[in-house]
């Protein structure tokens, strides 16, 4: 696991295997972790050796690339809409498409098996408790705002000391919106730019798949990217089976900012 210092008092945690980012961020008196990963020894290591404060865990976001290692804490905190008692959606697409490889295609059961276990949820004996609408690290506010997108509970974490968001996956290059079959790709697109004017005066957004911060001008370029897509400008991904639908991938040119890939299904652009 590689450890990168962001900026003051805050790091990002890479694995080697998936590459999800976890950010540790430490105030006076507490540290909040922000994603737990698939739970790796490493990562305990890494943030034993940055901190020694008490730490308050949180998702942004319940799929298991983020909350795998939830197990190793008492309490974890997420988005209200993601709390386990609410179900866990992700898992029924997670084994659906397990079962479509499985009965129509020749890979090996055992190779299937293997895969869905990095697909599913899992919950231990710790404890979840919904977002507050702050967390006060000692001398560090961390705030909460819902993102409900990229799953129903998705969460952005502000920090106004330094101008930065943390987004999860709510906001990506490459943005998976069938993992939430009831969003509209259109109204998830307004909700960005009533962000927008939210975050005026926030420089950067960090998120879990990619090592650098994107600019803040980048939700407008999402935003268009969403509104622009549409069925017949898209294509299907034809290999992933086992869905209500096909899921189709829709490419924006956003100019300044480079390609804007989103992944749903018909019905969410239209």
């Known amino acids: 696991m590689r450890v990168r210092k962001t900026e003051q008092d805050s790091y990002m945690l890479t694995d080697a295997l998936v590459r999800v980012n976890r950010f540790l961020l430490t105030g006076k008196e507490r540290a909040l972790l922000l994603d737990t990963g698939y739970g790796e020894k490493s990562m305990m290591r890494k943030v034993g050796a940055l901190t020694q404060l008490p730490l308050v865990v ?107 968001v943390y987004a999860g996956d709510a906001i990506n290059p490459g943005f998976w919106a069938f993992t939430n079959a009831e969003l509209s790709l259109k109204e998830y697109a307004t909700l960005w730019r009533e962000l927008a004017a939210r975050l005026r005066g926030y420089e950067k957004i960090w998120i879990s798949h990619h090592r650098g911060a994107l600019p803040i001008d980048r939700i407008g370029a999402f935003a268009d990217a969403l509104e622009a897509a549409a069925p017949d400008k898209s294509k299907p991904l034809n290999f992933v089976g086992g869905l209500p639908e096909t899921v189709h991938i829709f490419k924006y040119d956003a100019k300044k900012h480079g390609a804007i890939c989103v992944f749903a299904y018909p019905s969410q652009m239209r």
């Open 58 to 164: 949180v998702n942004s976001h319940l799929h298991p690339d983020h909350s795998d290692g939830n197990h190793l804490f008492e309490t974890v905190y997420v988005g209200e809409a993601d709390m386990p008692a609410r179900g866990m959606p992700s898992n029924g697409l997670a084994r659906a498409v397990a079962d479509h490889f499985r009965k129509n295609t020749a890979v090996p059961n055992a190779i299937v098996d293997k895969v869905l276990k990095y697909g599913l949820i899992n919950t231990g004996t710790e404890k979840y408790l919904p977002m507050p609408d702050a967390y006060d690290l000692g001398g560090r506010t961390i705030e909460t705002l819902p993102c409900p997108g990229h799953t129903p509970g998705s969460t952005l974490l502000l920090d106004p000391s330094r101008r930065s």
